[in-house]
């Protein structure tokens, strides 16, 4: 079991770098609004976010940020088509109750999205589920099985399935590890995958 | 000095002011030309050079134009004290807050029971109905004559909140952004079916004689029973489980009678009494009909549609969620509406027990949030369209 906790800081700057300035950003599960304040702040975008816990909506509001109180099916249906430039899940769709149809509302109601998740594959999460015989615990999953939000492991050869199968053109990705960027085999090494999509 | 602060503290003694308006009249959503309107208002805080700090607060049913600071001799500051006052949610060090008494009120503007001009005594039934685009258009005078142009917010609570909701379709230039709270879009059958109990209350009362009974004992009775009605639905069934059980009054067992023994029932025999003496029974039927007749979506093709012209304004929207009288669900419903019309709402639902009260009750959750909200709002620029 690994005590190294997850970096946050490289995934919101790949995020931000792939933003475009004074765009509209709908960050689903945005939590406290971290990463939208600092879009707002780096690439001045107009940031609207959708929270279901309830002290985090406040400090994301005290952040000065546009938010929804609820759950991602009813956040989405709020908006229009086309509606926002880019959409992100950043460490989101593994806690939805319904990704597939998560996914279509996204590319509703964004021109582009974002997908962070973490690698259910990875090798230390291979290992102890084959070797050890447990379910993994890692940074990037680090709950019990008995209390993890976690409904849903992917890894990257699913992920890059799901977007062939379903029409998702990748415009870039990226894998971290510890924080660092992983360039070859991430199925394998890569704890976070992030994926920069567009729906053909 | 210090005595006055210690006593009064917050925005110390405040004073309702009284302004005639609309001396040629006011064309109503009935078609029918009504004035002169004297209307009851307080300010609270000072209008900048700018004239850009001015939040107007719109009361709910009940309420009138003192929602904050102390009455000479008051036990109880205005009705939103805890939210206005200096340092507070609506921080009048900062901000210029306007609260006005609604058109067929009973605090100070005109209502049946005011004197009409034309026969010397009071209105009574002949008094025409309103709606809340009317009292809306009666507080866009008020803001005229105060030489406010636009406001930084509106915002309310319950019929307070339609008011809010009202003012950004109305006049979606002069409101930079909307605090709606515990509120909704229309009335509901559920709501409409409340509020005929409650009117039906008042005219069965044979005290209320029509509506003339000024001068009289008026339908006393009537009024109180609209009222223990009204409280029911403001409370939750949690929020009366803890707040009264099933606990008895001044006795140990059941007196097997019909005296009131409950806990409850003396809180709301308790509410009906007070409330007889200090609100109009006729002011409660025709605010109670003009919330029934509200709905945003009137004369548009849907509540999305109502809201295309509020692309400026920023939305607040705030539910409770043991509110059964005003179900969060429906200020959900706003924000999906102003989202889908292209506008910027957060939409942020409490958790509570209080039920409708919570309103006035939950402030400490409330207030952060509003804070920093108009903190957003006065920071924002606003994309103004050209011409």
Known sequence: MTKKTLRRQEIYDWIAERTIQNGKVLDIGCGDGELLAQLVQERQVHGTGIEIDEDCVVRAVQRGLSVHHGNVEEGLDHYADKSFDLVIMSLTIQEIKDPLHVLQETARVGKKAIVVFPNFAHWRSRWQLALAGRAPVSGTLPHKWYNSPNLHFCSVLDWEEFCRENDWKCLDRGFLAAGHPIRWLPNLRAEVAMYFMEKQ | ?387
């Open chain 2, 1 to 387: 000095m210090n005595e006055i602060s210690d006593r009064y503290p917050g925005l110390g003694l405040t004073q309702t002011q009284h302004v005639r308006l609309c001396p040629e009249g006011m064309p109503l959503d009935t078609q029918v030309t009504f004035g002169p309107i004297d209307v009851a208002y307080e300010t609270y805080g000072r209008l900048n050079d700018n004239k850009d700090n001015a939040i107007l607060v719109c009361h709910a049913l009940s309420g009138g134009a003192h929602a904050a600071g102390w009455m000479e001799g008051a036990s109880q500051p205005g009705w939103w004290d805890n939210m206005i006052g200096p340092g507070k949610a609506f921080d009048t060090d900062k901000y210029f807050v306007i609260c006005a008494n609604v058109l067929g009120g009973c605090y100070g503007t005109t209502g049946p029971a005011s004197i009409d001009p034309e026969t010397g005594k009071p209105y009574g039934l002949r008094f025409p109905v309103v709606t809340v685009s009317d009292m809306v258009n009666v507080q866009a005078r008020l803001l005229d004559h105060l030489g406010v142009e636009e406001l930084l917010t509106v915002t309310g609570g319950s019929m307070g909140g339609m008011l809010a909701l009202q003012w950004a379709v109305s006049y979606p230039k002069r409101v930079r952004s909307v605090i709606a709270i515990a509120t909704t879009y229309r009335h509901s059958p559920q709501q409409i079916a409340f509020n005929e109990l409650t009117r039906q209350s008042i005219m069965a009362d044979p005290g209320w004689n029509n509506g003339d009974y000024y001068g009289g004992e008026g339908p006393r009775l009537g009024l109180a029973v609209a009222r223990m009605t009204g409280h029911i639905t403001y409370l939750s069934d949690k929020g009366m489980e803890l707040k009264f059980g099933r606990r008895l009054r001044a006795r140990e067992k059941y007196g097997f009678d019909f005296s009131k023994e409950f806990e409850v029932e003396t809180y709301l025999q308790h509410q009906g009494k007070s409330f007889v003496n200090r609100f109009d029974a006729n002011s409660m039927l025709y605010l109670t009909k003009a919330l029934d007749y509200f709905d945003l979506s009137d004369n548009h093709q849907d509540l999305t549609e109502a809201f295309k012209g509020c692309q400026d304004s920023l939305f607040l929207l705030v539910a409770f969620s043991s509110d059964w009288l005003y179900p969060a669900q429906q200020l959900k419903d706003i924000a999906r509406a102003v989202r889908r019309a292209g506008g910027d709402a957060t939409y942020y639902e409490i958790n509570s027990d209080y039920g409708h009260d919570a309103f006035l009750l939950d402030y400490e959750k409330q207030a952060p949030l509003v804070q920093s909200f108009l903190h957003r709002v006065a920071t924002t620029e606003i994309p103004r369209q050209p011409g």
